[in-house]
């Protein structure tokens, strides 16, 4: 069945560095889009990144970018977050999910409405 599951949430002191895993179950990684969102208690879910269907398009919001870096492994059919020098406000619950409306590309990646398949989310808690 179509399914998406992250893993890889948990506490980690301001400027140390995790990695996410989300595993997709019953479509190719390959051949869809798959972002990356965060949602901190009483926030708004925000765009974290994205990885088009070639795997050579990818996009992260200003805050993230430049210490967040998306990527996947087609064997395995997962797709990665490496998130590095974390910082206190990026303590949230983070989310995979397929991206839906036929878009394969990551142009305008941040819109939740845009995505159809979800997982369950795991925490990421930064804190000293």
């Known amino acids: 069945q179509l399914q998406l599951v992250e893993s890889g949430g948990g506490l980690v002191q301001p400027g140390g560095s995790l990695r996410l895993s989300c595993a997709v179950s019953?479509?190719?990684?390959?051949?869809?889009?798959i972002g990356w969102f965060r949602q901190a208690p009483g926030k708004e879910r925000e765009g974290v990144s994205c990885?088009?269907?070639?795997?050579?398009?990818?996009n992260y919001a200003d805050p993230m970018k430049d210490r967040f870096f998306i990527s996947r492994d087609n064997a395995k059919n997962t797709v990665y977050l490496q998130m590095d020098s974390l910082k206190p406000e990026d303590t949230a619950t983070y989310y995979c999910a397929r991206r839906g409306r036929g878009i394969s590309t990551c142009s305008l990646f941040s819109i939740p409405a845009d995505y159809d398949i979800w997982g369950q989310g795991t925490q990421v808690t930064v804190s000293s």
């Open positions: 990885i088009n269907k070639s795997g050579g398009d990818t």
């Open positions: 019953g479509v190719r990684v390959d051949s869809v889009a």
